[in-house]
T-cell receptor, first 114, second 114 residues
């Protein structure tokens, strides 16, 4: 049973470039969540998606950040024109339909902006 | 959103029982309480979930008093490998949307010493 798969595990970008982080949920899971974690801080909720729908993006910055979860393929978190402050660990989680908020997390993608 | 308050850090020793309390004074009728564990450089892992009274699994117990304004995660006979950050979340069951119950906060950093 494959868990939540995130890639890349590590990504280095220069300021102004784009970062794309991918997340494949547990097979059969229809809910995907993205979180950001800065060093020595807790997890900050960014966005909650179901297939082809954004359910809640209240935690996502209004500019430069976008997320999608297409009908086919992984969920993508896209950060345009990255800045140094975007350096963080980005975690994806998934949950099956009907469950109550038991989230299965991936190992995270660590973005470093030079 | 129900807000939670946890101690920032706790220390204990191998073999001891550790109790971490979470305050959630504004918990709503439909809200459940969920605890996660996170090791450095890893995604959080679900530990236990409950609504009222007591829940026990192979890893921990969760005690919830009648007023549900707090909950206590109990870890029996801890070992060095239980050193981690523990998060308490409060929120409602999946009801079609919203980030309710998805806010992690800064958690409790538990340090177990030999």
């Amino acid at each position: 049973n494959a868990g939540v798969m995130q890639n890349p595990r590590h990504l280095v970008r220069r300021r102004g470039q784009e970062a794309r982080l991918r997340c494949s949920p547990v097979k059969g899971h229809s809910h995907v969540y993205w979180y950001r974690q800065l060093p020595e801080e807790g997890l900050k909720f960014m966005v909650y998606l179901q297939k082809e729908n954004i359910i809640d993006e209240s935690g996502m910055p209004k500019e430069r950040f976008s997320a999608e979860f297409p009908k086919e393929g992984p969920s993508i978190l896209r950060i345009q024109q990255v800045v140094r402050g975007d350096s963080a660990a980005y975690f994806c989680a998934s949950s099956p339909p009907g469950s109550y908020r038991e989230l299965f997390f991936g190992e995270g993608s660590r973005l470093t902006v030079l | 959103l129900a807000k939670t308050t946890q101690p920032i850090s706790m220390d204990s020793y191998e073999g001891q029982e550790v109790n971490i309390t979470c305050s959630h004074n504004n918990i709503a009728t439909n809200d459940y309480i969920t605890w996660y564990q996170q090791f450095p450089s890893q995604g959080p892992r679900f530990i236990i979930q409950g609504y009222k009274t007591k829940v026990t699994n192979e890893v921990a117990s969760l005690f919830i008093p009648a007023d549900r304004k707090s909950s206590t995660l109990s870890l029996p006979r801890v070992s060095l490998s239980d050193t981690a950050v523990y998060y308490c979340l409060v929120g409602a069951p999946n009801s079609g949307g919203g980030a309710d119950g998805l806010t992690f906060g800064k958690g409790t950093h538990l340090i177990i010493q030999p």
